[in-house]
């Protein structure tokens, strides 16, 4: 199935190991993982299992101790500065916590001006640069008129979090790396969040990482699912066979204790 | 029927900010809880549920404010009482409230049978630290904690065991009414699964008498409690036991929210997840009528105009809209087969 798509990001043998001598602790543990162009992929696990540091890695944010990131079929270069922006102008995450996203000194403005600058728009008209945020606001719902001179703390969670998906809008990524983008935000705007996701992807034919702990919302939105478990794989596949079939124990007794409303939720086994 | 333990009628509260505007919270809530049952509160952020945990304890200090209505625990009126009475007699030994994030606000620099002795200081100050002791380790085996958490330094335990912990040391004086609020919402699923089990296992073990849960995710709502009450903007729109608000919910909002779960069984990658569009109105000036009106599918004019009341249905539910039972599943059911339709034409 791998090789009749092309592979838009791949790792082979990545390895993260923090701290040396007794403290040393392996994060992501020789990592074999394949990204194919147009899919949403979910990588889920619990705290702890390494799935943030899998996601700096594969954003260049951290260093691998060992292996290779290969982008687009050529080996990953990122040695300098200029290489790295390079890079980022082709992925792009949102994270966790939407309060933590924004640098709070920065208006909504400037957050969205430098999406625009980073495209290379920074010699349009001002006239063109409003209308292109003003269209990437719509797009989730927001009104531009009344976000400018706002700062980001004067927003909610969710209208953060949209905003970060107008930013999306704006820059265009090939790959979109979305760290936990609901966690943060109640059932309901979730909702919201996630259609707006997909309904970017199909608009900008966006390959999407989807990194959560959330396994209802890694079946629902994803084509692919990996588990992870102490910084390695154990289980990948088609959503529906790893949700639904889970052959390791592990995914088995971590889909067994997320709340459900249709089965009975076992509080024994634990 | 069972005694009841808790009893809330038409309480409101209100913020008062600092330009001196009111914002009212809390809107004329009624609630019965009765002895060994437990009662989840759902709704959106800023749906005033927290609040409504803050307001059930009878303990108000600024911005919050209480104006009307009556909190009566085990047949005692609470509201009206003097702070100082409350604070010693009531929060605690009758009322514990865990709050949100309370696990993140331990004392680093503090051991956790410290915050056990400082909970003893209050209430019971002639217990020596031998007895306190004796006392933690007993009270930690029977709720499934290790003795040695009792040595430790906060920063020493994982997530889901600090909360734990926070849930334990809540429990010390045998409350009556335990509210916890969001007791999992940061955890991952097998550490919230350790620490509902903890809390249903309080009630069979005899450390308190009910419960109230409050929680955006429904279906850990749908597991944990026996009723759920829907909040939205101050007011409550809906009522009814677990199975009935999850599965046939009445009021749009509820209906709304119901649509937004996501769980992982099969047949949910089909299903299209319903948002409500909007956002809740701002309670400094509540929109007269319906609060729900201006986000509901099915508005006429007159939701507009005048105020809605609850309906009571038989078994106990209500709901508050102007809608008849009838009308409302007949809208529900033209909705539903309106989108089989279009889903069958793609």
Same mark, same amino acid.
């Given at each position: 199935m791998l090789n009749e798509k092309d592979k838009c990001l791949s790792a082979s043998g990545l390895t993260k190991v923090f701290g040396v001598g007794s403290q040393k602790c392996v994060a992501v543990d020789h990592v074999d993982f394949d990204l194919c162009t147009n899919d949403v992929v979910s990588i889920v696990g619990e705290s702890g299992s390494g799935k943030t540091t899998f996601a700096k890695l594969l954003l260049g944010l951290i260093n691998p101790t060992e292996g290779e990131i290969y982008f687009q079929g050529k080996k990953r270069d990122i040695r300098t500065q200029k290489k790295k922006r390079e890079y980022w102008k082709n992925i792009q995450a949102i994270f966790q916590d939407p309060y933590c996203s924004y640098n709070i000194f920065n208006k909504i403005d400037s957050v969205l001006l430098d999406c625009i600058y980073m495209r290379g728009g920074r010699m349009l008209p001002k006239a063109k640069k409003v209308e292109l945020m003003t269209e990437a606001c719509s797009f989730v719902n927001l009104k531009f008129e009344e976000l400018t001179n706002k700062y980001p703390f004067e927003l909610s969670g969710g209208q953060m979090q949209r905003l970060m998906i107008a930013r999306i809008f704006l820059l265009k990524p090939k790959i979109l790396l979305a760290d936990e983008p609901t966690s943060m935000i109640d059932a309901c705007s979730r909702a919201t969040i996630l259609d707006m996701l997909m309904q970017l992807r199909t608009e900008i034919g966006m390959t999407v990482i989807f990194i959560t702990h959330d396994i209802g919302l890694a079946y629902y939105v994803s084509d692919v699912v990996y588990i992870m478990e102490r910084g390695k794989f154990v289980e990948s596949g088609s959503a529906d066979d790893v949700i639904l079939q889970p052959r390791q124990t592990y995914t088995q007794r971590l889909i067994s204790d997320v709340p459900k409303i249709h089965e009975a939720w076992d509080l024994s086994t634990v | 029927m069972n005694n009841v333990i808790l009893e809330v009628s038409e309480l409101s509260t209100k913020y008062v900010t600092r330009f001196q505007e009111d914002v009212y919270a809390v809107d004329h809530v009624s609630l019965k809880v009765e002895e060994g049952k437990s009662l989840g509160i759902a709704g959106e952020s800023g749906c005033g549920k927290s609040t409504l945990a803050l307001s059930l304890m009878g303990y108000y200090f600024a911005p919050l404010h209480y104006t009307s209505g009556e909190i009566i625990i085990d047949g005692r009126k609470?509201?009206?009482?003097?702070p100082d009475d409350i604070r010693k007699s009531i929060l605690g030994t009758e009322i514990a409230y865990i709050p949100q994030g309370a696990m993140n606000s331990l004392n680093p620099t503090q051991k956790v049978i410290h915050f056990i002795e400082d909970v003893f200081q209050a209430h019971d100050p002639y217990k020596t630290k031998k007895e306190i002791y004796e006392f933690a380790v007993d009270a930690f085996k029977t709720l499934g904690l290790p003795a040695e958490v009792l040595q430790?330094? !906060?920063?020493?335990?994982?997530g889901g065991m600090k909360q734990r912990t926070v849930i334990a040391v809540s429990v010390l004086l045998f409350p009556k009414v335990l509210i916890a609020d969001e007791p999992s919402s940061a955890l991952d699923v097998t550490s919230q699964k350790m620490v509902i089990k903890m809390l249903k296992n309080l009630m069979e073990e005899g450390f308190i008498k009910s419960m109230i849960f409050i929680t955006h995710e429904l279906p850990l709502l749908y597991n944990v409690t026996d009723d759920i009450m829907v909040m939205y903007a101050g007011q409550i729109v809906e009522k009814a036991n677990a199975k009935e608000a999850v599965f046939d919910p009445l009021h749009p909002y509820a209906k709304g929210l119901m649509g937004s779960i996501i769980v992982p069984e099969s047949g949910l990658r089909n299903t299209k997840l319903t948002a409500i569009p909007g956002v809740p109105p701002n309670l400094k000036n509540p929109p007269s009528g319906c609060r729900f009106a201006e986000r509901?599918?099915?508005?006429? !004019?007159t939701c507009k105009a005048i105020s809605v009341s609850m309906r009571e249905l038989e078994g106990g539910r209500a709901y508050r809209c102007i809608f008849t039972e009838k009308d409302l599943r007949e809208a529900y059911l033209k909705e539903a087969s309106i989108m089989e339709a279009y889903q069958n034409a793609k």
């Open positions: - | 609470i509201t009206g009482m003097d430790k330094y !906060p920063v020493e335990l994982s509901c599918k099915y508005v006429i !004019p």
